[in-house]
């Protein structure tokens, strides 16, 4: 579309067999095509070529930078800070945009007045039609109405500069972009979202995916020290329940010392609080979902282990981030 401005777009990326179709999608939608496609490899050990070819006609346009498994936030800033195109578009290596991907974000970014810093892709994560949604693909639903998520989002290039980029204490693909919206916003740029939609598979994953997950909260700890107790409004963040985990693994634990001490009145009132709120986390995962002997076995066991394991790495982020100031930017 004439009158658009330039773009780039980054993809980070750690192998994945769905970069193919990232790629692949890219290259059929129609409109203005990107400057040049940044595909950030940060595998620490790379052991194979990337599918670059699945790029067909944008293939001569891609370029290819390594960063060595240093994490999601410093294989986009590698990329970004190499861009010479007025807007750097970050899409994640499992998305696949629509068809008039192209053509809707050059509108999108033609329509951008001054102040705009950043402009959201919609999402759009398919379900299976033929029955409920396991929990795994309930938490991946989520997206569609996470805010800034940079599954697909477009920035300013000179807003990145400002601000400073993504902040790499962010090792996981987990509250870094909600932490770079809040600072492209403090330093006076808006944040709106766009026409344009990307479609977001649910990836295959382990009945025990959700344990690994709860790293997240050391995250959280660290965003509560560089953006205070309320961001989680301001960046449009679902608190979560962490609260409840903290209330269920003080019961547990409470549980054990009153058992230890002889107090078995206080013991079983503890153990009945414990059972209670861990039953209450089983069931508020088990039945919106197929509730199938798998899923359902599946979501007992990490129903006992999530809140505890939720706690220790809450605690950890605290005790490592306690010293943690926001980053800097260059202007």
Same mark, same amino acid.
């Given at each position: ?7 780039? $777009? ?13 790629? /692949? ?23 194979? +070529?990337?599918?670059? /070819? ?8 891609? /370029?290819? =930078? ?37 053509? @809707? ?5 033609? +329509?951008?007045? +001054? ?22 693909? *309930?938490?991946?639903?989520? @997206? ?15 807003? =990145? ?57 050391? &995250? &959280? ?8 107790? &309320? ?16 209330? $269920? ?41 197929? /509730?199938?002997?798998? +899923? ?8 006992? =282990?999530?809140?505890? =394991?939720?706690? *220790? ?5 605290? $005790? ?12």
């Amino acid at each position: 579309m004439t009158g658009a401005p330039a773009y780039t $777009v980054v993809v980070p990326t750690i192998g994945r067999p769905c970069l193919a179709e990232c790629l /692949r999608a890219l290259a059929e939608a129609a409109g203005q095509p990107p400057h040049e496609v940044i595909v950030v490899d940060d595998r620490p050990a790379p052991d194979g +070529e990337l599918p670059l /070819r699945a790029a067909g006609p944008l293939l001569d346009r891609v /370029r290819i =930078l390594r960063t060595g498994g240093k994490g999601p936030a410093a294989a986009r800033n590698a990329g970004w800070r190499t861009v010479e195109t007025p807007w750097t578009v970050f899409l994640d290596d499992d998305v696949q945009v629509l068809p008039d991907w192209s053509r @809707l974000l050059a509108e999108d970014l033609r +329509e951008a007045d +001054e102040q705009v810093g950043g402009i959201q892709g919609q999402l759009r994560v398919p379900l299976p039609p033929d029955r409920r949604p396991t929990d795994w693909e *309930r938490n991946t639903k989520g @997206l569609e109405n996470a805010a800034w998520a940079t599954a697909d989002m477009a920035y300013r290039t000179d807003a =990145l500069a400002r601000v400073g980029g993504f902040d790499e204490r962010f090792r996981r693909a987990f509250r870094e972009d909600a932490d770079l919206a809040l600072r492209v916003q403090r330093a006076g740029w808006s944040l709106i979202r766009g026409r344009r939609i990307t479609r977001h598979p649910v990836r295959p994953a382990h009945w025990w995916a959700s344990l690994p997950a709860q790293r997240g909260n050391a &995250d &959280d700890a660290l965003m509560n020290r560089l953006h205070g107790r &309320d961001w989680w409004d301001r960046a449009r963040a679902p608190r979560g329940r962490l609260p409840r985990h903290l209330a $269920v693994t003080g019961a547990a634990l409470a549980t054990a010392a009153c058992a230890l001490t002889g107090r078995r009145r206080a013991a079983t009132a503890c153990a009945a609080l414990w059972t209670l709120g861990t039953a209450e986390f089983a069931l508020a995962r088990i039945l919106p979902g197929p /509730r199938t002997a798998r +899923e359902t076995a599946g979501m007992l066991g990490t129903s006992l =282990l999530i809140p505890p =394991l939720a706690v *220790r790495h809450w605690l950890r982020g605290v $005790v490592r981030h306690r010293h943690a100031r926001p980053l800097g930017g260059t202007g």
